[in-house]
């Protein structure tokens, strides 16, 4: 009967609160005939558990409540429309397939800031006014790093005949000009100056308007204008693939202030991420030009393969990546020895594939 | 909903996609107003609490960490809290209103009655703040048994738990409330501090 006793009493608390396995009753039961120990326990547990029931008086819990299932809720409009109130999603009508990872990462980096707001349950350590100030990547803090995405959409917003939200003289660098980085290099430390004498919330808010009048641009609804090639930041691409590099970026930024912060950021939903993997393949591509030792390469989850290089050798070596861990190769995250990878082949080919990428510099 | 899906939907919330939100309102939007409903007694409170709950799942998709628990618990014990922040405030009104001079009829009170309901309704308040304050590991098991009505094993199964830590956490749980219920109501948590 000790058994019995120790048994019982590891499951008296299930048992009051009606979350025995079936057939645990039959050993419950005729122990707490015999044992007044266990029933007076059990008493005591059950009585505990009755007061949480609430007053007899009180109107009838929904029938769901001690089923396993929860029947389905009453209706979803009305009570999800203060959260719809409270965060748009990030998809609005009309928004295009090339702009909806835009707007998915101004949404995800928007999610992530609101972490350092300070308010809310307090549940998660490390946030607070003085995470801003946290140092996330080059010399830049959170705040910092949210004034460069600002700079650096930019050019895309006055390409789209938006006004420029900053003071300034250093023109954006528009051009195809050798001399777009010099120039985007001062612009993007003029801007992060001046939103060094404001507010981290004005910064976000003028990245966030900026953000949010690029989507709301013609180009960002309609396939057709966005086919127009531009070239932005050294880059002739169409204007849809500029929003693309856009989400590639704001993406990146987030995941550096994540890793700063201890948040880990997820990657931009399937569809999302390979459209990012797609361009930057294309990107790739192009830049190693059609003289290169051909290379195979392949993005783990994708169906496509694709030659880099030259087509008319053998393959001489051939690459597998993760798609996160690609995008983070091309937004200059990780070295190109220090990728993860599947490599088979020729050392010295596979690797200028995995150098180019590296140099790609789009952030 | 497994753990993965749990991080698969966060994945969309944080993204802001909006049929993430209603999936998860329609996996555990039951489960919330039920809890709601059974600490406040009252469809309209549990109705905004529901509201609230969705509210802040979806506009701060970071504040649920799918590696430190499932999705259904982080909802049941928000939905807990919000509830019980509820009853606290709603007594404190009616304190208010009894210490006015023309209290007596000032409350059109959801159940009325002698004094023995008043006591219930405070022991009732008490037992749930102190549920709401217990550690979060505890606290899981609880919902997971007491309001989403799984049984120990499930519960164990469900958090990725030997099923002895389950009941052991049961019975410290309980054991704990069933001291609050001894002791007599802590003032300041009756202020609602």
């Known amino acids: 009967m000790t058994n019995d006793h120790e048994d019982v009493r590891e499951l008296l608390a299930a048992w009051a609160f009606g979350a025995l396995q079936p057939g645990d009753e039959r050993t419950v039961r005729p122990h707490l005939a015999e044992c007044a120990d266990c029933a ?28 396993s299932a929860p029947a389905r809720p009453p209706e979803t409009g009305g009570v999800l429309a203060l959260a719809l109130r409270s965060r748009r999603p990030a998809a609005a009508p009309g928004i295009a397939p090339h702009a909806a990872p835009y707007a998915a990462a101004v949404s995800g980096l928007q999610a992530l800031l609101r972490e350092l707001d300070g308010e809310g349950d307090g549940e998660r350590e490390g946030s607070g006014r003085g995470a801003w100030g946290t140092p996330v990547v080059h010399d830049w803090d959170v705040r910092d790093t949210v004034a460069h995405l600002l700079a650096a959409d ?24 050798p001399d777009w980085a010099d120039a985007w290099a001062l612009r993007t430390a003029e801007v992060i100056a001046h939103e060094q004498r404001r507010e981290p919330r004005e910064t976000v808010a003028a990245w966030a308007a900026q953000a949010a009048a690029l989507l709301a641009t013609p180009e960002a609804r309609d396939p057709e204008l966005a086919s127009t090639a ?27 202030i994540g890793r700063a912060l201890g948040i880990p950021v997820p990657p931009p939903p399937d569809p999302h991420l390979w459209r990012l993997v797609h361009l930057a393949v294309r990107i790739l ?40 861990d690609f995008c983070l190769l091309v937004g200059g995250r990780y070295a190109p020895d220090e990728v993860p990878r599947g490599e088979t082949g020729d050392r010295e080919a596979a690797h200028a594939v995995l150098a180019r990428a590296a140099s790609l510099a789009w952030l | 909903m497994r753990p993965p899906a749990d991080a698969e939907l966060r994945r969309r919330l944080v993204y802001g996609d909006e049929s993430a939100l209603a999936e998860a309102y329609t996996a555990y939007g039951g489960l919330v107003r039920a809890v709601a409903a059974r600490v406040t007694h009252s469809t309209a409170a549990a109705e905004d609490v529901a509201q609230e709950v969705f509210a ?71 037992l749930h703040s102190a549920l709401a304050e217990l550690p979060q590991p505890q606290r899981e098991v609880v919902h997971l048994a007491y309001f989403a009505g799984r ?43």
Do not use: C
Request: aromatic share 6%; no cysteine.
């Open chain 1, 285 to 324: 591509g192009t830049a190693l030009g059609p003289d290169a030792p051909p290379v195979l390469f392949a993005v783990t989850g994708g169906a496509e393969e694709w030659v880099l290089g030259s087509e008319d050798e053998p393959i001489r070596a051939e690459l597998v990546l993760d798609p996160v």
């Open chain 2, 56 to 126: 802040q799942l979806w506009t701060r998709p970071y504040a649920f960490d799918a590696r430190r628990g499932t999705l259904r618990t982080w909802l049941s014990m928000l939905a807990h809290r919000r509830a019980v922040d509820w009853v606290r405030s709603e007594a404190r009104h009616r304190k208010d209103a009894r210490a006015d001079d023309s209290a007596l009829h000032a409350i059109p009170d959801a159940a009325p009655g002698p004094d023995e309901t008043v006591v219930h309704r405070e022991r009732f308040r008490q």
């Open chain 2, 151 to 193: 049984t120990y094993r499930q519960a164990a199964v469900e958090l990725g738990i030997p099923e002895g830590t389950a009941k052991t956490r049961l019975r410290t749980a309980l054991r704990t409330l069933a001291e609050t219920l001894a002791d007599p109501p802590d003032p300041a948590l009756e202020r609602g501090a």
């Open chain 1, 40 to 67: 007076a326990e059990a008493a005591r547990l059950r009585e505990t558990v009755r007061v949480l029931d609430g007053p007899p008086t009180a109107a009838p819990a929904p029938a769901s409540l001690n089923g």
């Open chain 1, 230 to 256: 531009t070239t932005l930041m050294g880059a002739r691409l169409p204007v849809a693939d500029h929003f693309t590099v856009r989400a590639f970026e704001a993406w990146i930024h987030t995941d550096d």
């Open chain 1, 154 to 177: 930019e050019p895309l917003a006055l390409h789209l005949g938006l006004d420029s939200r900053l003071p300034g003289t250093a023109a954006a660098p528009a051009g195809a000009g």
